[in-house]
């Protein structure tokens, strides 16, 4: 059964709902995505077909929210992120018709004043997300999911929402991939460690240390 966008935003919304201080939603989609003519007012001047910031507004302090959004039109896809990589912010579509209020959230904490979160998008408002063959996998697959994949890798799981997107844009390039990926949140979010993962860093960096002693204790031998 293929699920509908109304259903993820749903099921998602709950998850919302359930969450507390220090946890971390992560809602990665691969999929179809598409955009018609914005109705209401609008950042890309399109109606894309997931309505996220309605969801991300009640996302409690504390929380860590990020969305990465693998299919066509995804850039802006939260309405009112600020763009740090990317092009698909335009002026403010004006209707005198007003947005209607979802049924996605049944409201058990007032809206949230703080961060609407991190989007990764695979591309732009107005482009296309590609596949591509995978010679690690021998198989196709979606480029941006790749590209994270082989980023995160190298890293060893420890990087930057604004390094991870500037490493899949430069991953797009050397291959010729026909997309540029985009990263919409705050200037502090761009800066912290994708997920929040944080922790990690400590963790490789002692296992680094230990390779070292290891290496020098064989040395001797």
Known sequence: MVAQSRTICTTLSRMVAQSNVGDTILFYFIGHG??????YANNTGHDEYFQLKEIAEYVPPGVNFTVVADCCHSGGL????????????????YTNKRAPKSNFIKATRAPSDYSLGVLISAAQSDEK??????????????????????????????????????????????????????????????NSYFLGLKGLEGRVKNKDKEKEKLGKGKEKM
Do not use: W
Request: glycine share 8%; proline share 4%.
């Open 34 to 39: 598409n955009r018609s003519v914005a109705s």
């Open 129 to 190: 997300a590609m596949t591509r063959f995978d010679p690690t996998f021998n198989e196709k697959g979606s480029c941006l999911t790749q590209a994270i994949l082989h980023v995160i890798t190298q890293k060893q799981g420890v990087v930057t929402n604004l390094d991870l997107v500037n490493q899949v844009s430069r991953f797009f390039k050397e291959r010729n991939v026909g997309q540029n990926p985009g990263l919409y949140c705050d200037v502090i979010e761009s």
């Open 78 to 93: 939260i309405e009112g992120l600020n763009e740090v990589i990317g092009n698909s912010i335009r002026a403010p579509h």
